[in-house]
T-cell receptor
Framework: EDKVVQSPLSLVVHEGDTVTLNCSYE??????LLWYKQEKKAPTFLFML????IEKKSGRLSSILDKKELFSILNITATQTGDSAVYLCAVEAGAGANNLFFGTGTRLTVIP | ETGVTQTPRHLVMGMTNKKSLKCEQH?????MYWYKQSAKKPLELMFV???????ENNSVPSRFSPECPNSSHLFLHLHTLQPEDSALYLC???????????????FGPGTRLTVL
């Protein structure tokens, strides 16, 4: 059974801290891994990763994939209160053309 | 009105009722999606339509019936639901010209469904 596991489930940090969110997966026919930020209701896309060891960066956020160990991390440096959200990891995999498997998310709370 | 809209925003229904959720996109996209987000569970992709054709049905029970009459509208018809079907149902759309992972999806605000 395809599985995506995120850790920690929740995290509380102070502004300015650096956080690392984890996503591990066990899937067949892996194609890509995606990170989303979900603040109120709908997720917004952050990164898509397909190759191992190549860091994707956008401002204070960065992410990297390890296809050998089957995990990805999402780093956020110098956190701000606006970073408070649920961060979702999803893996595109399986036999179907449009198969996305989501983790349960990590709820990040950044306090002033 | 622009973007992806969903109606109703909130819905309470009994187990014997029949209701429909509506999604409309004004972005000129060709692909539309239904997701289910339950409390304490991962977001689940339910159905994918590309150019009005259903391309994915992730083992969704038959009490959920999608309909895509054209590229701008997507419905989710509900009948004889169970309390565990209570969730936030999100609709999304994308250009539909690429694989799901490379095709940026634009989400609607969701319909909060409660089944009594």
């Amino acid at each position: 059974e395809d599985k995506v596991v995120q850790s920690p489930l929740s995290l509380v940090v102070h502004e300015g801290d650096t956080v690392t969110l984890n996503c591990s997966y066990e899937v067949t026919n892996f194609r890509s891994l995606l990170w989303y930020k979900q603040e109120k209701k709908a997720p917004t896309f952050l990164f898509m990763l397909t190759s191992s060891g190549i860091e994707k960066k956008s401002g204070r956020l960065s992410s990297i994939l390890d296809k050998k160990e089957l995990f990805s991390i999402l780093n956020i440096t110098a956190t701000q209160t606006g970073d408070s959200a649920v961060y979702l990891c999803a893996v595109e995999a399986g036999a179907g053309a449009n198969n996305l498997f989501f983790g349960t998310g990590t709820r990040l709370t950044v306090i002033p | 009105e622009t973007g992806v809209t969903q109606t109703p925003r909130h819905l309470v229904m009994g187990m014997t009722n029949k209701k429909s959720l509506k999604c409309e996109q004004h972005l000129g996209h060709n692909a539309m999606y239904w997701y289910k987000q339950s409390a304490k569970k991962p977001l689940e992709l339910m159905f994918v339509y590309n150019f009005k054709e259903q391309t994915e049905n992730n083992s969704v029970p038959s009490r959920f019936s999608p309909e895509c009459p054209n590229s701008s509208h997507l419905f989710l018809h509900l009948h004889t639901l169970q309390p565990e079907d209570s969730a936030l149902y999100l609709c999304a759309s994308s250009h539909g010209l690429a694989a799901i992972s490379t095709d940026t999806q634009y989400f609607g605000p969701g319909t909060r469904l409660t089944v009594l």
